[in-house]
């Protein structure tokens, strides 16, 4: 089983929508979670951060913790098709790596 | 650039051929890591150098792996006698700061270098 799991996907919404990208984790330590959006032939850049449980927003993206069920989420406003691409969830175990979901693969039709 | 860079960008290898991928981290970065992402995957963790000092290579699947940070810049990833299992996309990222989920600690990928071996 690996630490952190997430839906592959594809996901193909339609633009305007609200998107909802959820991972599940194992290890009850872990404190620090990311998401990371991946474009085609790109690397990784980080979305946001969140330290234990509650909610970060930031325009229109919202990360949630949920401790108790182990249950990582991004919610989406308004997508719109530059939003297109791969979205990793991720931990930092606090021993100096990162350790990333499958990434779910996101579609934004206009 | 400002960015990470990778070079090659992209390596067609014979099995057996030994092969050496570059980073060029942001400049005054500390940390450095390599992982390697196969197709329809996650990165997964291969090896972390805080400037030069190799601090964790618990992800390097085999001895014919191996990465090098002599001076505490550029890194190179070296694979010997490379196998077909061996092709995946190689990124290399960077951060300022030990705490990575952190605005300082945040890792800077680059574009990866996309080996292939035939």
């Known amino acids: 089983q690996k630490e952190v799991e997430q839906d592959p996907g594809p996901l193909s919404v339609p633009e305007g929508a609200i998107v909802s990208l959820n991972c599940t984790y194992s290890?009850?330590?872990?404190?620090?979670f990311m998401w990371y959006r991946q474009y085609s032939r790109k690397g990784p850049e980080l979305l946001m951060y969140?330290?234990?449980?509650g909610n970060k927003e930031d325009g229109r993206f919202t990360a949630q913790v949920d401790k108790s069920s182990k249950y990582i989420s991004l919610f989406i406003r308004d997508s719109q098709p530059s939003d297109s691409a791969t979205y990793l969830c991720?931990?930092?175990?606090?021993?100096?790596?990162?350790?990333f979901g499958t990434g779910t693969k996101l579609q934004v039709i206009p | 650039g400002a960015g990470v860079s990778q070079s090659p960008r992209y390596k067609v290898a014979k099995r057996g051929q030994d092969v050496a991928l570059r980073c060029d981290p942001i400049?005054?970065?500390?940390?450095l890591f390599w992982y390697q992402q196969a197709l329809g995957q996650g990165p997964e963790f291969l090896t972390y150098?805080?400037?030069?000092?190799?601090?964790?290579k618990s992800g390097l699947p085999s001895d014919r792996f191996f990465a090098e940070r002599p001076e505490g810049s550029v890194s190179t990833l070296k694979i010997q006698r490379t196998q077909q299992e061996d092709s995946a996309v190689y990124l290399c990222?960077?951060?300022?700061?030990?705490?990575?989920?952190?605005?300082?600690?945040?890792?800077?990928f680059g574009e990866g270098s996309r080996l292939t071996v035939l």
């Open positions: 991720a931990y930092d175990g606090g021993y100096q790596k990162v350790t």
């Open positions: 969140t330290y234990s449980s």
């Open positions: 290890n009850s330590a872990f404190q620090y």
């Open positions: 150098f805080q400037n030069e000092a190799q601090l964790d």
């Open positions: 400049s005054g970065h500390v940390s």
């Open positions: 990222a960077s951060s300022l700061a030990r705490r990575l989920a952190s605005k300082t600690g945040e890792l800077f």
